[in-house]
């Protein structure tokens, strides 16, 4: 699997050393020429320095034979830019980071369907800490072949109750995400536009959930 990542923050740089471990292939692309210098000489991987939003830089990482991209720089836009690039080379996987809850908006409406806030995921937590509550980290829950989805409704699935629709075997629906509001499946809400699925499945039952909920996506 030949990855591309954007970005050499902690969770850049994290994620790159966790998928050498893995044996993929990596390519890093940083802009501050010290913290690119410094990872050419530590990585097992490809290092390049440059601003990774310019077509000609993917290019040159050749995104065209790229499995995956994962967009993680400090800024939301540029994610998004380099997001579109990805797209347009037809990347397998598109993977964003934002931090501002508009961008992760906008993104949604550009059809990504990929998208991690870790600023939000973090301060969530500390909050439950501060508050006495000894909350379950998802990551924790995550074990074997488990699996859980977060999945915007299609224009398939909208107008349809929870009950109408027929997942896959070993799959369930946990509840939606509405305007700020987490139903739960047994209410059995009617599905709107914008609403958000949550649901819990096993990993190669992923493609089968994505076709059922009108996803025809690579997996």
Not at 109 to 131: A, E, Q, T
């Amino acid at each position: 699997m030949r990855i591309i990542i954007v970005g050499a923050g902690s969770l850049g740089i994290h994620l790159t050393r966790n998928m050498i471990a893995q044996g993929k292939e990596v390519i890093l692309i940083e802009k501050d020429e010290a913290i690119a210098k410094e990872l050419a000489e530590t990585l097992d991987c490809t290092v390049i320095n440059a601003e990774g939003t310019r077509p000609d830089i993917l290019e040159k990482a050749d995104i065209d034979s790229a499995d995956a991209v994962v967009a993680c720089t400090t800024n939301d836009q540029n994610n998004i830019l380099i997001g579109l690039i990805a797209r347009d080379a037809k990347v397998g996987k598109v993977i964003l980071k934002l931090e501002d809850r508009q961008f992760m908006d906008i993104a949604s409406k550009l059809g990504f369907y990929y998208m991690i806030n870790p600023s939000s995921i973090s301060s969530r937590y500390i909050s439950d800490v501060l508050r006495g509550i000894n909350t379950i980290e998802l990551s924790n829950l995550v074990r074997y072949d488990v699996r859980f989805m977060g999945v915007m409704a299609t224009d398939k699935i909208i107008d349809m109750k929870l009950s109408e629709i027929s997942l896959p075997e070993d799959s369930a629906f946990i509840g939606i995400y509405r305007k700020g509001e987490f139903i739960l499946a047994e209410k059995d809400p009617k599905l709107y536009e914008k609403d958000e699925l949550i649901l819990v499945t096993k990993a190669d039952m992923i493609k089968s959930v994505n076709e059922t909920l009108g996803r025809n996506i690579e997996t």
